[in-house]
């Protein structure tokens, strides 16, 4: 998570798509987690902190100030002077579409979603060009089930931003959720090309892979998320699967076995090694 300290667009939060899968089938639970929050200790350091505050104390005025300093609070997890310094930038200039972005990424972290929703809401009055609250906002209404007005802001968010990976995987996920995996595979292609270097577009384009009946091409594709992400569950899961399904079943189970131990109990994955172990 980061957070708009300046006027340029800033990486928000992405959508990551969570699905449970059988060795025998792909079945979809729903887009439901996102990555975790990303820590920076070193933006809430003091010697950082103490210069923002320094700026703030030689020009109390400014809103920027603290929009700059409650984003240095928000990736160092210190959500409450976060928030409040995004509300004195608010209070400061009613205006500041960036303010009110960042302070519903807090209200999302506070588990506020309605107070997220109507900042989320504001941004977009005051500029309705502003890109990352429709992210932002299409991520909320994703959560909560309203997949048509999810789908809209994401629309939006890529025709005001093109060069977005996220907001071709956000889309890229509403689209696996109404079965549509080449919309999907679309989708994800354009955020991969966009963004080598993420994982998460692999795993979900492999998924949608599985449902077109493509396994080499979904073995490719975990085979890739794993590189980006070794401690993922989620993805060395997925890769035994693959694995299994294009007839390398040792080293599937061995890469399930290691999903069990990144995440002991680890549902999906039992299953499938169950499955595979019944298959023989």
């Known amino acids: 998570m980061r957070f708009i300290a300046t006027s340029s667009a800033l990486r928000g939060l992405t959508g990551a798509l969570a699905l449970g899968l059988l060795a025998s089938a792909c079945t979809t639970s729903g887009p439901s987690r996102e990555p975790s929050w990303v820590v920076d200790p070193n933006a809430g350091s003091t010697a950082n902190i103490g210069s923002l505050t320094a700026a703030i104390q030689r020009d109390p005025q400014n809103p920027v100030n603290y929009n700059v300093r409650g984003s240095a609070y928000g990736q160092a997890g210190q959500f409450q002077a976060a928030l409040a310094d ?22 999302r972290q506070l588990n506020q979603p309605q107070a997220a929703l109507a900042d989320y809401n504001q941004a977009i009055t005051l500029n309705a060009t502003y890109q990352p609250a429709y992210l932002g906002r299409g991520t909320l209404y994703r959560q909560s089930g309203q997949l048509d007005l999810a789908m809209a802001d994401f629309d939006q ?8 990976a996220k907001a071709y995987y956000n889309r890229a996920l509403i ?29 979900a384009r492999g998924l949608s892979h599985l449902q077109l009946g493509k396994n080499k091409d979904a073995l490719q594709d975990f085979a ?17 699967i693959a694995q299994i399904r294009t007839g390398d079943v040792q080293r599937g189970r061995d890469s399930i076995n290691r999903a069990l131990v990144l995440k002991p109990g680890y549902g999906p994955a039992r299953e499938a090694l169950q499955t595979a172990t019944a298959q023989g």
Request: proline share 3%.
């Open 175 to 203: 689209y696996q959720t109404r079965g549509n995996h080449i919309r999907a595979v679309a989708d994800l292609d354009a955020a991969i090309a966009l963004d080598a270097n993420a994982s998460e577009p692999y795993n």
């Open 157 to 164: 968010a890529v025709t005001l931003n093109t060069s977005d």
């Open 86 to 107: 995004f509300s004195m930038a608010i209070q400061l200039n009613p205006g500041f579409s960036q303010a009110y972005n960042n302070r519903a990424l807090i209200y």
């Open 224 to 240: 890739a998320a794993v590189n980006r992400n070794k401690q993922s569950a989620e993805f060395w899961t997925n890769l035994g």
